[in-house]
């Protein structure tokens, strides 16, 4: 039987992994003769106690509806949805939920303003969806809203957000060096002449400052954008468990145009992978499950209704115990 519910699985625990360079790179920072963190703690060991308060406190803001509220309202630009979209959304949700073995009045839904087919799961009981993810029929919306619980029941929103909750102490000192290096560059390239040679062993003893400082967070950064694209696949697994393997290749094909080739570098710290790989494994998960081909229909090659598209052993299962329970 499919397991429904929050649960603790092996990219739960890989989330954890970008925390280490970060709290070794405060530990850094406090132990540094010259950094801000070291003026407020001349102890290294005050500041892992403080860092392991703030840690907790992180995360128990984030699991706080208010402030995960005015959070995203105020940082993404989230926003309550309407009487419509409501109308349109809640009971896709609802059925989503009833699915994936969560309770729907834990959730918050969300709303974003953008053109963009797209949904999000956030914190510890977000979820929003786009105005654009409006344009898709109501299974596939339905879908990718059950990729967004698959990331909730496997807890990746709230690690993710306190480890952005800890990356905002380098936030500053990210802007800071890259607002000397423009500063540095722009003013040599204007005065020109003898000002050119010595900007760039300014820019080149900054970048040696920049690497030293700033690489544990770079680490950091480069594995939580690895770790984001298996999560990524992982909630596709759980959305095809809770029945929208259909569904969720209808939703991907909205979205599958010709995606422009990456560098090294962008694929590095991209944190959605390929959607031709997500597309092959969520078909990979469908067959394993053993989905049956899609039925054809009168309106649409893919029949709306509760069954349509979910894994013969999932129906199967809960048909028998519906049949035990009478």
């Known amino acids: 039987m499919v397991a429904r519910g929050r649960r603790v699985t092996s990219t739960t625990l890989l989330l954890l992994m970008p925390l280490v360079p970060l709290v070794v790179f405060g530990v850094a920072r406090a132990a540094a ?3 801000l963190l070291a003026v407020l703690f001349d102890d290294p060991w005050t500041y ?4 392991v308060a703030v840690i907790v406190a992180g995360a128990v803001l984030m699991v706080l509806r208010p402030v995960e509220r005015f959070a995203a309202h105020a940082l993404f630009g989230m926003r309550t949805p309407s009487a419509d979209e409501s109308a ?10 009833e699915n994936a073995g969560m309770d729907r009045g834990r959730l918050v839904l969300m709303a974003e303003d953008s053109s963009a087919i797209n949904a999000y799961a956030t914190a ?7 105005t654009g993810a409006l ?21 990746h929103p709230w690690i993710s957000a306190f480890t952005w909750w800890l990356q905002l102490p380098a936030i500053p000192l990210k802007v800071l060096l890259t607002g000397l290096r423009r ?8 005065i020109g002449g003898l000002a050119r040679p010595i900007g760039i062993v300014l820019l080149a003893l900054l970048w040696v400052v920049t690497i030293q400082v700033l690489w544990l967070v770079w680490v950091a950064d480069v594995l939580a954008a690895w770790i984001a694209r298996r999560t990524e696949f992982a909630a596709d697994a759980r959305a095809v468990e809770f029945g929208y393997g259909t569904a969720l290749l209808e939703a991907y094909a909205k979205l599958g145009g010709p995606e422009e080739p990456k560098g090294r570098l962008a694929c590095l710290v991209d944190f959605h992978p390929p959607m031709a790989e997500r597309v092959r494994r969520v078909r990979e998960s ?5 989905y049956p081909g899609p039925r054809q229909g009168p309106d649409h090659p893919h029949v709306d209704g509760d069954h349509q598209d979910r894994p013969e052993r999932v129906v199967r299962n809960e048909e028998e115990v519906r049949d035990s329970a009478q």
């Open 88 to 97: 349109r959304v809640e009971p896709l949700l609802a059925h989503a939920c």
């Open 33 to 35: 003769p010259v950094s």
């Open 135 to 155: 344009r898709l029929r109501d299974r596939p919306l339905e879908a990718v809203l059950a990729h967004e619980l698959g990331h909730h029941t496997e807890l």
């Open 183 to 190: 500063a540095i560059g722009g003013t040599a390239a204007r």
């Open 286 to 290: 469908m067959s394993g499950l053993g």
């Open 124 to 130: 510890g009981h977000l979820v929003c969806f786009t």
């Open 48 to 51: 892992a106690i403080v860092t």
